[in-house]
């Protein structure tokens, strides 16, 4: 095991996914200097048997793909798709501005639109900023000048509209007519590093 995935299990509190095992959110710089600021730690093994699992899944006629070449999906799910960084290119890890603390991730409830879950975050100051994913929210983009300690209240299923009022979302329907995603505050994409 590197120095630097003990380093990094010791400091962040991973997320324990049902999947996947334990994932440590991180920023990770590589030995040519490349500083990630959003990457995952996650075990390999549990990857390597999910793999298996589906691919056997598929040859067996039990998967849920279809198609003329389940099997060639599936392989190219695992082997051509993602962001993925190599063990042994890390030089070191540290904990990540844009991991969203496990507290605050949690008050994060539900599914506002198909697809998509929307919120906004008071800060301490007294401002507001609309927030939304799909489904992605273990590293979030920070307005200026905020760190996610500055979160006082989430308030879900909502966004601030143009004129700074906090507008609540209906569940299960249509966005309104002022609802502009290009506003919102965003999911990061990260990079996954599999260890033994």
Not at 4 to 19: F, L, Y
Not at 125 to 138: I, K, L, N
Not at 147 to 166: L, P, W
Request: hydrophobic residues 40%; charged residues 25%; negative net charge.
């Amino acid at each position: 095991m590197y120095e630097w995935v003990n380093s990094i299990r010791g400091e962040v509190e991973p997320i324990e996914d049902p999947i996947y095992g334990s994932l440590y959110r991180c920023s990770l710089t590589l030995k040519d200097g490349t500083f990630l600021p959003c990457a995952v730690i996650q075990p390999r093994q549990r990857l390597v048997d999910l793999a298996k699992r589906r691919i056997k899944e598929e040859l067996e006629g039990k998967g849920s793909l279809g198609g003329d070449d389940p099997y060639g999906q599936i392989v190219t799910s695992f082997v051509t798709r993602g962001n993925r960084v190599n063990d042994y290119d890390v030089a070191s890890s540290c904990v990540s501005k844009h991991a969203i603390p496990l507290a605050l991730l949690k008050q994060i409830r539900g599914e506002t639109f198909m697809a998509w879950t929307g919120w906004v975050f008071r800060m301490r100051d007294g401002r507001v900023f609309s927030y939304g994913t799909p489904f992605r929210a273990e590293f979030l983009q920070l307005p200026d000048g905020y760190e996610f300690n500055d979160v006082v209240e989430v308030i879900n299923h909502s966004f601030v509209d143009s004129s700074g009022a906090v507008v609540a979302l209906a569940e299960g329907a249509s966005p309104p007519a002022n609802y502009d995603r290009k506003t919102v505050l965003r999911e990061r994409p990260f990079f996954i590093c599999a260890v033994d």
